[in-house]
């Protein structure tokens, strides 16, 4: 044995351990994430394609009140979430919040489109009929009036709920058109 062995080329070898702060970035991370994800809907957690220990867990977890308990199940999630691969989860979940706020835009987009018709400035519609020529201009017309004339005797705002609604449907036509 002390043929091969030669006391020049003997190595040092240096415990490597990993980084404690960085262990704690990530674990606080992870808590962050596990805290993000009981903010979602149960169905919404669900298509996040989680293993189904972690997904009871955090469905258990929605149900706590905001407590010690709730924290001692989210520190155990935390736990498990360090096990697995999170980055497929954040991804999903990145495009569940970018949906979210894209929804929210056109509901916007919507709603003062639909303001903007009501308010009877003819201007308006022409412009909203130029940015969409399949829209059935006449029947617009007809929901325009039929909602003043509600407005006026104070009853629902059925026409305005029904030009709304088709406005909608238009948007989301000339989405799938444009996706073709």
């Not at 006391?7 to 404690?20: D, G, Q, V, Y």
């Not at 149960?42 to 924290?71: F, H, S, W």
């Not at 691969?85 to 979210?100: R, T």
């Not at 007809?142 to 104070?154: C, F, G, T, V």
Request: net charge neutral; aromatic share 4%.
């Amino acid at each position: 044995m002390n043929e091969f062995f030669d006391p020049e080329e003997e190595e040092e070898t240096w415990a490597i351990r990993p980084n404690k702060s960085k262990i704690k970035r990530d674990i606080a991370e992870l808590s962050d994430l596990c805290e993000e994800i009981t903010q979602l809907a149960p169905a919404q957690i669900e298509r996040l394609g989680l293993p189904e220990n972690i997904l009871l867990a955090l469905l258990d977890a929605i149900k706590m009140p905001v407590k010690g308990a709730r924290k001692r199940q989210l520190k155990f999630i935390t736990g498990m979430m360090r096990k697995i691969d999170v980055e497929p989860i954040q991804e999903q979940l990145d495009k569940i919040k970018a949906k979210s706020a894209h929804a929210t835009r056109e509901l916007h987009q919507l709603e003062r489109w639909r303001e903007a018709l009501l308010s009877g400035d003819k201007q308006k519609l022409t412009e909203f009929l130029q940015q969409n020529p399949a829209a059935d201009a006449q029947y617009i017309r007809q929901l325009i009036r039929n909602a003043s004339k509600e407005l006026a005797s104070a009853k629902p705002p059925k026409s305005s709920r029904l030009l709304f609604r088709y406005l909608r449907e238009l948007l989301e036509s000339a989405r799938d058109e444009m996706q073709d």
